[in-house]
């Protein structure tokens, strides 16, 4: 996984509630269990419609995802999460977010920033929705940059913030810990041996 760095990037704007997981990335997609070749499938039925948000070419390479509440919502398949970043994504904001579907952003890489209702309102109107618009997000001063150039603090905790900043996932982790894990094994009785007893 990869160490997350101050992001300067496109917003996009999916200004739609309770956006699932199957509108994400569409069942017929889930054929595989690498984390690549989801990109073409994201929002697969969504994006057959010229008027789908995203089809907006001022969002074309955007970095930034701005969401309606309780994105990721319905199944928990950790395809979504693998989708949108081969995509391009690198954060989700949102008022909220389905907690599984967060935690798998957590564990592919993808910051997820809770922010108030009002507040996400305020930055899907400042984004120009013909020519297109940037946001900074950085994750270590915990701040988001909005496209007319406010600065304002998002909270986030400090297990996620340390390993999304370290670009640990959950095996990287635990090698944290890989000499007292060594220890513990080099402490431990041999293994018993046995052997089949084959009569003749």
């Known amino acids: 996984m990869k160490a997350f760095h101050p992001t300067t990037g496109r917003v996009a704007v999916l200004d739609r509630p309770d956006v699932d997981t199957d509108q994400i990335i569409p069942k017929q997609f889930l054929k595989s269990i690498k984390r690549t070749g989801f990109a073409e499938g994201l929002f697969f039925d969504w994006r057959r419609d010229d008027d789908f948000e995203l089809n907006n ?6 970095k930034i995802l ?3 509440r309780n994105f990721g919502c319905g199944s928990s398949r950790e ?4 989708a949108l970043q081969e995509h391009g994504f690198d954060v989700l904001i949102a008022p909220s977010f389905a907690d599984i579907f967060q935690q798998n ?4 890489g993808i910051l997820t920033i809770t922010l108030p209702e009002e507040r996400v309102r305020q930055l899907m109107d400042e984004v120009d929705r013909e020519h297109g618009s940037e946001m900074t997000v950085d994750l270590e001063a ?3 940059t909005s496209p007319r150039g406010d600065t304002s603090a998002f909270e986030i905790d400090d297990f996620s913030r340390r390993y999304l900043l370290e670009g640990l996932d959950e095996i990287g982790r635990t090698l ?5 894990i060594a220890e513990f094994e080099s402490a ?4 018993l041996q046995t052997t089949a007893l084959v009569q003749t």
């Open 105 to 108: 952003c957590l564990k592919t």
């Open 66 to 68: 701005l969401a309606g």
């Open 188 to 191: 431990r009785p041999a293994p």
């Open 57 to 62: 070419p001022a969002y074309a390479g955007a």
């Open 79 to 82: 395809h979504a999460p693998w």
């Open 176 to 180: 944290l810990h890989e000499a007292a």
């Open 142 to 144: 915990r701040t988001i």
